[in-house]
C-alpha cells in the first residue's frame, strides 16, 4: 500500500494526469454499465473505483497546489469557485431531473451519462478543495502532526464506506452517526492548524476575512445540499462518495470559521507586523550588501551611510580597536575628530563589554565637545565577533525624541552583520597578502633557479661537485663557474643579505657583474674591487654580498683566491683541513678606499688528493634541536673522515650530515656546498 | 619567537644602547626606531653594547650600515663594544672590524669618544 503512494507520487505530472484521466474513463464506462447496483461485489467495485480515481486526482492536483501556495489567495478563491461550480451544477441537476424516489433500477441512459459527467466534476473539485485544506494544515508547521491528520482521512474514509454498505439494505444509522461524530472532532481538532495566516501581510489578511466569510457561506450552502442524502443526485451513483461530500463541506465550515476568527485577531497587530517584517528584510538586505564589501574602508562607509536607514539618526561613525585602542574607522555626517572625541569620552562615562549602551541628553551635556548641534541621544552597539569585541558602532541622534528598544534592536542585529562583514573583508586581504607573499616566494625561487648554474664543467685532473639546498624562503645564496681559456677555471660562491624576491634580484645582479667581470680580469682581487665599485652604488645602504672568488689552472693546479666577507675556504691537505681567511671585507659595505687597501690573495698549489671545500652560511649555521649551530669543526670532521671520496660522494655526505644534525629544526638559509678534488693524473676522470 | 629589546642609556654626551636577545630581520625594525630617534634628537655619538647579545644575522649588520654614515656626517659614530666571541666572529669574517671601532668594554668606547672631543 504504502509502496504503491510512493511510486504514484514519483510520476511526473504528465503521467500523473493521464493515469488520473484514465481512471475517470475506467469509473465512468462502469458506470454506464452499471448506473446502481444492490448486489454487493458490483456496488462495492464501483465505490473502490470512485476512491481509487479520488485518490489519483488528489495525487495530481496536490502538486499543482503546493506550487502555487505562497499565493495562498488565489487558491483559496479557487476553493470558492469550485464551490459555486459543484452548487451550481447539483442545483441545475435538481432542475434537470426529480432525484426523490429514483429507484436504482429505474436509472435511465441519459441519466446515467449526465450522473456520470456531474460525479467526474464534482470528485475533480472535491479533491481539490481537500488538497488545499490539506496542504494549508502543513503549512508553516514546525511539526508535522501527521496522525492526527490521517487518522481524520481513515474515519471519512470509513464513514463514508458505512454509508455504502446502509445503500444495500443494512440498518446501521447508529454506526454513521458514531463515525460521523468521531470524524467531525478530528476535523475540528485539525482545523487549528492555522498559522499561514500569521505570515499574510496586512493586507492580504483583510482579503483573507472578506473570502473566509464567503466560503463559510458557501460550504455551508453545500453542507445543505449535500445533507440529504437519499435525494442527493449522487446518491445513487456513489453512496459513500455523498458522504465524503458532505464530511468535507463540514470540514470547510469548519476550518474557514477558525481561519475567518484568527484572522480578526491578527487584523489589529497586523499592521505592526508587517512593519517589523520589513525591518527584518531591510536589514538582511543590508546583510547581502555588507557581505559583498571586502574592502574595509568602503565596508566602514556603507555601514555608517546604512546606519541611517536602520534606525533614524543624523549621524553615526565606527570605532575598530587597533592595537588595544579604539580609533575611528569611518564616519557618517560627523568629523572625524569629533567622533573619535565622542568615543573616548563616551568610554570614559560609561561602558558596556558586550552589550548595546544608550547615552541620553543628561550625559552628553558636558563632554565639552565643540559641535554645532549637539546630540540629544546617541547609541553604542558593540562589534562581536565570536565572543570578542572587535568596535562599537555609534548612532547619534539630535531631536528630542531617546532611541527606544526597538532601535536598540535594529541597531544591535546591524551591527552583528557589520561585525561579521568586518571580519570577512580583513580575512579576505590577509588572504590575498598572504597569496602575494607566496606568489611572491615562488618567483624569487624561480629566479634563483635560473641564475645557478645547470651544468658543472668537466676537466680531466679536477673533480668537481656542487649541492644546494633552498630555504623556505629564498635566502639568496649563487654559485658559478667560468671556463676562461688558458686552462683557467674561476668559481664564485656568494651569499646576499636579505631573503625573499629582494635577495633574488641583487643574485640576479651579482651573476651578471661576476660572468662579465671573470671575463676582462684575470685576477681574484682586482676582479673584486671593481664588483665593490658596482655594488657599492646600487646596493641599499644596509644591504652586502659576501663572496670567494677563484682562479683555478687546472693543468698544473695553482689556485689563486680572494675572500669578500665570505665563510672560510677549507682545503683538505696530507691528513689535515686548514681554514683560509684572507682579509677582505664584504661587497657593498665599504664604499670608500678601505676596502682595496684591506684586501688580500691567496695563491696555493694543489698536490694530488687535496680537497677544496667552499659553502655558505647556511652550513655552519644549521641548527638542530638545541640551537646549537653546526659549525666549522663538524665540517672539517667530515672531510678528514671521507677525504678518500669522490667530490659527489663527500657532498652527499655533508648534506646527509646537516640534514640529520637539524632535523628538528627548521632550515632558515639557503645551503651551498662546492667541493673541488684535485685528481692530477687521474685518468679515470672525464677522459673525453 | 626570538626576544629582542633595546635600552638606551647616556653617559655624557655618548648614547649606549644595550642589546639583548636576537637580532634579525624581524627584531630589525625596533632598533631602527632607537636609531631614528637618535638622529631626530641630533645625537649622533652612539655605542651599541652586546653584553647580552646571542645572535645578529645579515639584516641586523644592514642596520649599523644603515646609519652610520649619518652619524659619522655629524661628528659622531657608531662603535660597539662587549661583544660575545661568536658574535664578534661574525662581524669579524666581514671586515667589519676594519671599518668600525670595536672595544673590549663599554667604558672604553666612551672614553675614546671624549678624547676625541679634546682633539
Known sequence: ?688 | MAEFNVNKHEVGSVNVLDLKGYLDAHTAPELEREFNKLIDDRKYKVVVNFKDLNYISSAGLGVFMAYVETMRENKGDIKFSNLKQDVYNIFDLLGFPMLYEFYEDESEAIKNFNEQNKD
Open chain 1, 1 to 688: 500500500m504504502n509502496s504503491t503512494f510512493k511510486l504514484l507520487k514519483k510520476l511526473d505530472d504528465t503521467q500523473k494526469l493521464k493515469i488520473s484521466v484514465f481512471a475517470a474513463i475506467i469509473l465512468f464506462g462502469y458506470k454506464i454499465v452499471f448506473p446502481a447496483s444492490l448486489n454487493i461485489f458490483v456496488m462495492l467495485a464501483g465505490e473502490l473505483l470512485v476512491l481509487v480515481t479520488f485518490i489519483l486526482w488528489s495525487n495530481y492536483l496536490i502538486v499543482l497546489i503546493k506550487n502555487r501556495i505562497n499565493a495562498t489567495l488565489t487558491i483559496l478563491l479557487n476553493v470558492a469557485i469550485l464551490n459555486t461550480v459543484i452548487l451550481f451544477i447539483l442545483k441545475l441537476a435538481y432542475k434537470l431531473f426529480d432525484y426523490s424516489f429514483v429507484k436504482p433500477e429505474n436509472i435511465n441512459f441519459l441519466e446515467s451519462i449526465f450522473n456520470g459527467f456531474l460525479a467526474f466534476i464534482v470528485i475533480v473539485s472535491a479533491a481539490y478543495i481537500f488538497e488545499v485544506i490539506e496542504t494549508l494544515f502543513y503549512l508553516k508547521q514546525k511539526k508535522e502532526p501527521k496522525l492526527y491528520f490521517n487518522l481524520m482521512i481513515i474515519m471519512m474514509i470509513v464513514t463514508s464506506l458505512t454509508r455504502s454498505i446502509t445503500y444495500l439494505g443494512f440498518s446501521a444509522q447508529f454506526l454513521i452517526d458514531a463515525f460521523e461524530a468521531i470524524t467531525i472532532s478530528l476535523i475540528v481538532m485539525n482545523s487549528f492548524r492555522v498559522a499561514w495566516i500569521a505570515f499574510l501581510s496586512k493586507s492580504e489578511k483583510i482579503k483573507l476575512l472578506a473570502l473566509s466569510i464567503i466560503l463559510i457561506v458557501l460550504f455551508g450552502t453545500n453542507t445543505g445540499v449535500t445533507w440529504l442524502n437519499e435525494s442527493f443526485p449522487l446518491y445513487n451513483f456513489s453512496p459513500g462518495f455523498t458522504k465524503f461530500l458532505s464530511l468535507l463541506m463540514i470540514y470547510g465550515i469548519i476550518y474557514f470559521s477558525v481561519v475567518l476568527f484568527t484572522t480578526l485577531f491578527h487584523i489589529p497587530t497586523a499592521g505592526a507586523i508587517d512593519r517589523k517584517t520589513q525591518e527584518l528584510s531591510s536589514l538582511m538586505d543590508l546583510n547581502k550588501l555588507l557581505n559583498r564589501i571586502t574592502d574595509l574602508k568602503e565596508l566602514g562607509e556603507t555601514v555608517t551611510k546604512m546606519t541611517g536607514k536602520v534606525c533614524e539618526c543624523e549621524a553615526a561613525w565606527l570605532s575598530t580597536f587597533e592595537n588595544e585602542e579604539l580609533h575611528v574607522n569611518s564616519v557618517n555626517n560627523i568629523g572625524f575628530v569629533e567622533a573619535q572625541e565622542y568615543t573616548e569620552y563616551l568610554r570614559k562615562i560609561k561602558t558596556s563589554e558586550a552589550g548595546i549602551v544608550t547615552y541620553q541628553n543628561d550625559e552628553l551635556e558636558n563632554s565639552g565637545i565643540k559641535i554645532k548641534d549637539k546630540f540629544n541621544s546617541i547609541l553604542a552597539a558593540p562589534l562581536n565577533i565570536h565572543g570578542k569585541v572587535i568596535g562599537y558602532l555609534f548612532a547619534a541622534r539630535k531631536n528630542e525624541y531617546n532611541f527606544d528598544l526597538d532601535d536598540e534592536n535594529s541597531i544591535a542585529a546591524f551591527a552583528g552583520y557589520a561585525a561579521v562583514a568586518y571580519e570577512n573583508a580583513k580575512l579576505v586581504k590577509e588572504s590575498i597578502e598572504k597569496e602575494k607573499l607566496e606568489k611572491e616566494l615562488d618567483l624569487a625561487r624561480q629566479i634563483q633557479h635560473k641564475i645557478l648554474p645547470k651544468k658543472i664543467p668537466r676537466f680531466n685532473n679536477l673533480d668537481i661537485a656542487a649541492s644546494f639546498i633552498p630555504a623556505f624562503r629564498v635566502g639568496g645564496d649563487y654559485y658559478d663557474f667560468f671556463e676562461l681559456g688558458n686552462n683557467k677555471l674561476g668559481f664564485v660562491i656568494a651569499d646576499v643579505s636579505g631573503k625573499g624576491i629582494e635577495a633574488a634580484f641583487i643574485m640576479a645582479e651579482v651573476k651578471g657583474i661576476f660572468e662579465s667581470l671573470s671575463k676582462v680580469i684575470d685576477n681574484p682581487k682586482e676582479l673584486f674591487i671593481r664588483a665593490n665599485e658596482i655594488l657599492s652604488k646600487t646596493l641599499d645602504k644596509q644591504k652586502f654580498v659576501t663572496a670567494t672568488y677563484g682562479i683555478l689552472d687546472v693543468l698544473n693546479g695553482k689556485f689563486v683566491f680572494s675572500r669578500a666577507g665570505h665563510s672560510p675556504l677549507l682545503h683538505y691537505h696530507n691528513g689535515e683541513v686548514k681554514k683560509y681567511i684572507p682579509k677582505g671585507i664584504g661587497l657593498g659595505i665599504d664604499t670608500g678606499n678601505k676596502f682595496s687597501s684591506f684586501l688580500t690573495q691567496m695563491e696555493i698549489k694543489l698536490n694530488n688528493d687535496d680537497i677544496i671545500v667552499l659553502f655558505t652560511d647556511g652550513v655552519n649555521e644549521s641548527q638542530n634541536e638545541k640551537f646549537e649551530d653546526f659549525g666549522y669543526e663538524r665540517l672539517e670532521k667530515i672531510i678528514s673522515k671521507y677525504n678518500k671520496e669522490d667530490a659527489n660522494t663527500l657532498s652527499e655526505k655533508i648534506i646527509y650530515e646537516i640534514t640529520v644534525f637539524s632535523k628538528n629544526n627548521i632550515q632558515h638559509d639557503d645551503i651551498t656546498l662546492v667541493i673541488l678534488k684535485w685528481n692530477f693524473n687521474n685518468k679515470s676522470f672525464g677522459e673525453n
